[in-house]
């Protein structure tokens, strides 16, 4: 079966720039979660969706961060400004039904701030 | 708030020898508790985890122990290979979809040739 996809691989910006990433996760997985993961540390949630209905967004920094799934599929996370902080690679990761089973991980979207 | 603490950070070993990698976490809701390995550049994948209802559990080399009642568990890699150099993370997961992965900090495991 196909993997969880991701886009761009790599992106490279300078701070107070805007930046975005796509996800589109394994056919049929219903949770969606956004991991940043920053060099020499274990990945970090950002955010949690249930089919289109956010269940965690704790960790998420609201007043730079935003992501949607509006039709229970693929996924945008979006930056904006960005700022030196958030150079890390944002990992994708989706599980069938309510999350309890395996996470599969996309190959991830570095970002570089400058 | 939940935490999950991975020890070491780096571990590096003899090929053919055993490496093990201990993780304790808070949360005395977590119930599913999975190990992933990063090849330098890529996804991380699963490659064993273990539910609360048992204690061990083994596959080919790799084998994974919990301890409820400590709050630990760890990952045992027997006659390690070259290829098994990566960074390995732990996780802690609660009983639903509402309970969010905590991951460890990771270990480098070099294997020695």
């Known amino acids: 079966e196909a993997g969880v996809a991701q886009s761009p691989r790599y992106k490279i910006i300078e701070k107070r720039q805007s930046v975005a990433f796509w996800c589109n996760p394994i056919s049929g997985h219903a949770t969606l979660y956004w991991y940043q993961q920053i060099l020499g540390q274990g990945p970090k949630l950002l955010i949690q969706f249930q089919n289109n209905g956010v269940v965690d967004d704790s960790q998420l920094p609201k007043d730079r961060f935003s992501a949607e799934r509006l039709k229970g599929v693929d996924s945008t996370l979006k930056i904006q400004p960005a700022k030196l902080e958030d150079s890390a690679v944002y990992l994708c990761?989706?599980?069938f039904g309510d999350g309890t089973g395996e996470l599969f991980f996309g190959e991830g979207s570095r970002l570089t701030v400058l | 708030g939940e935490n999950v603490e991975q020890h070491p950070s780096t571990l590096s070993v003899q090929e053919g020898d055993s490496a093990v990698i201990k993780c304790t976490y808070s949360d005395s809701a977590s119930n599913y508790f999975p190990w992933y390995k990063q090849e330098l550049g890529k996804r991380p994948q699963l490659i064993i985890d273990?539910?609360?209802?048992?204690g061990e559990k083994k596959d080919q080399r790799i084998a994974v122990t919990l301890n409820k009642t400590a709050k630990h568990f760890s990952l045992h890699i027997t006659e390690t290979q070259p290829e098994d150099s990566a960074v390995y993370f732990c996780?802690?997961?609660?009983?639903?979809?509402?309970?969010?992965?905590?991951f460890g900090t990771g270990t480098r495991l070099k294997v020695l040739a």
């Open positions: 273990i539910r609360s209802n048992v």
């Open positions: 996780a802690a997961k609660g009983v639903s979809g509402t309970y969010k992965y905590i």
């Open positions: 990761a989706s599980s």
